[in-house]
């Protein structure tokens, strides 16, 4: 019987290498024999995570489907057609595609899950205009959805970044937190009064702007503090 000489594992005459760690096993006493018996499966069996996850999406949309049914049939048998029944309809539809999504995708990127709650927001916003009506849809709740989405998505994606520098992040953020605030009073104003003034968003608008400015120099004056002394040293 030989061990390991890096982490002690006990090893078959049939491993060439530590099926733990990897290193080469090299015993004069006990040399490499192919053909000696295998201490353990050639394959590892393997659990299928996608099957799970079918499963699992399978299970949560009949869960889903019997509610969903229910509330049509319901409101269907009660007027002969379809009305107050949309809009949870419509709710569920939406859990329905925040949860069965995750589950279908194998490694769903955040900017996706992002864009996809996005659009089912919007979704479910014009389901409740179509059903409540009102002026509020296309110039506030749709502008401001996509607002929320882009502005989410443009953060996450600089936040993660690998070739941008920390303080280029800090930049890039604050630079979409201005137009967010500025976009957002719009917005606010154009539904309230119909005519767009722009007020406090200014005042945060030029703070992001400020502290945007400040980190941009302090980084500027790093890097050339660090040439410097590289100059000076090397
Ligand atoms: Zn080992």
Known sequence: MSYCVNCGVELGESEKRCPLCGVEVINPAKPYSEKAERPFPASAESVTHRGVRMITAQVLSLLLAIPILSVLIADL?????????????????????????????????????????????????????????????????????????????????????????????????????????IVLQMLIELHLSGRIRLSWSIYAALSCGMVSLAVLIVSRLIRKNENVRKKLFF
């Open 77 to 181: 048998l009660k007027d002969g057609r379809l009305s107050w029944s949309l809009l949870p309809v419509a709710a569920m539809g939406f859990v329905f595609l925040a949860v069965i999504f995750p589950c279908l995708l194998k490694k769903p990127p955040v900017w996706l899950f992002i864009l996809l709650g996005t659009v089912e927001t919007a979704a479910f916003l014009f389901v409740v205009w179509v059903l409540v009506g009102g002026d509020w849809l296309w110039l506030f709740a749709l502008p401001l959805t996509a607002l929320v989405g882009a502005a989410a998505i443009g953060c996450y994606l600089i936040l993660r970044s690998k070739r941008a520098s920390v303080s280029l992040k800090i930049i890039v953020v604050l630079l979409i937190l201005m137009v967010f605030v």
